[in-house]
């Protein structure tokens, strides 16, 4: 019993330290905005880009599956998973079978 208590307060602190520490992330890094970028399915060829009002980093981190750490600064592929869960912060339909869809981000 008390091992599992022990494992019980290490998970808390872990889960504790990564929320710390993805908040912290959140704070020093620059102010980034964060957008949904549309390009051509033929040819590659930038569409438009839309913002991504309210995302939060640590909800793009689950979203796709990078860790808290990382400042995700890189342009991320949007499968059907990831345009459910986007839809909700931008008001432009997300048409993925019309457009290939990256979120990206820039420097305010």
């Not at 704070?27 to 390009?39: E, F, G, R, T």
């Not at 839309?50 to 342009?75: K, N, V």
């Not at 059907?80 to 931008?90: D, H, I, K, S």
Request: net charge negative; proline share 6%; glycine share 4%.
């Amino acid at each position: 019993m008390a091992v599992d208590s022990v494992k019980s307060n290490e998970s808390s602190q872990t889960a504790h330290a990564i929320g710390f520490r993805s908040a912290f992330i959140e704070l020093v890094l620059p102010k980034v905005v964060w957008v949904l970028q549309a390009y051509q399915k033929e040819g590659d060829a930038f569409v438009e880009e839309w913002p991504l009002r309210g995302i939060s980093l640590s909800t793009l981190h689950d979203l796709f599956q990078q860790p808290q750490d990382d400042p995700m600064y890189d342009a991320y592929p949007v499968g059907e998973a990831q345009a459910e869960c986007l839809q909700a912060y931008t008001d432009h339909p997300i048409d993925l079978q019309a457009y290939d869809y990256f979120v990206e981000c820039y420097a305010e």
